[in-house]
């Protein structure tokens, strides 16, 4: 028996990274999954290593896009039970806001929070519809602290992320859809790791501060997201859920 057994998940940046783990972890615990990605080839990819799944190639900035998503998801599967918002981007011209262009800003903004409020808004009455369901709407341990490194743009659009998933947890609460946000730290993921190639100084200047020496796997976070999709999570609503080595909690590391 799964721990997901008979629901019905939708992931957005399901083609690689964090959100293809949690697909392949879903649908291994019992879920059906649409798997949504901007990327068909790699979106393909990962539902054919999927137990049950399909992909759906969306943009999450556009609202009729994340329109179809849904309705696809909805008419194949006959109902949506857990909204996994984890799409994403960085990009490398997302730096301190002396140097980020506003063009770069509204890109990452576009995908990063408006993307998570389209999801939410056009995702939301499908659970309603079902009487109740969880939302997790991916955020970052940078919505909660600073850095000198700024990339000013994910920031603050993981820092919007934080403050709508507190406000829809608390509007639906009694209406049985849960909404919390999952907070990871510093992931091996494509999308981070690029960032390092040509600089391993800057890596190691991160690695530092992390408690446990090392990044996540992005598997250990997609188990913190099973935990947030599945009932055992049936009493935490608003939280913001940390999977970050320990390093919003730290001060001075191990040596």
């Known amino acids: 028996m799964g721990r997901l057994d008979g629901k019905v998940v939708v992931i957005t940046g399901a083609g690689g990274g964090i959100g293809r783990e949690a697909a392949v972890l879903f649908s291994e615990e019992g879920a059906s999954v649409c798997v949504a990605d901007v990327s068909a080839e790699q979106g393909e990819q990962t539902a054919a290593d999927c137990r049950e799944a399909f992909f759906q190639e ?6 009729a896009s994340v329109e179809a998503m849904y309705a696809a998801t909805a008419e194949r599967y006959g109902r949506i039970d857990v909204l996994y918002n984890n799409a994403g981007i960085m990009p490398a ?73 507190r406000e829809l947890a608390v ?8 909404v919390n946000a999952l907070c990871p730290g510093p992931v091996e993921t494509p999308m981070l790791m690029r960032l390092f190639e040509d600089d391993p100084a800057a890596y190691d200047r991160r690695r530092v501060h992390l408690p446990m020496g090392r990044l996540a796997k992005p598997r250990e976070v997609a188990l913190g997201a099973l935990f947030l999709a599945s009932d055992e999570s049936s009493y935490v609503t608003g939280a913001t859920f940390l999977v970050d080595g320990g390093l919003t909690a730290a001060y001075v590391t191990p040596e």
Request: hydrophobic fraction near 45%; glycine fraction near 10%; include cysteine.
């Open 171 to 178: 509007e639906f609460a009694r209406r049985g859809v849960r």
């Open 93 to 165: 011209d997302d730096a301190s806001v002396l140097d980020t262009a506003p063009e770069a800003w509204e890109r990452v903004l576009d995908v990063n929070a408006k993307g998570v409020f389209l999801c939410c808004k056009h995702g939301i009455p499908h659970l309603l519809e079902r009487g109740g369901g969880s939302v997790i709407n991916v955020a970052s341990f940078v919505a909660l602290v600073g850095a000198a490194t700024s990339q000013v743009a994910y920031t603050a659009s993981k820092g919007a992320v934080l403050s709508l998933t």
């Open 58 to 63: 969306v943009d999450v900035s556009d609202s």
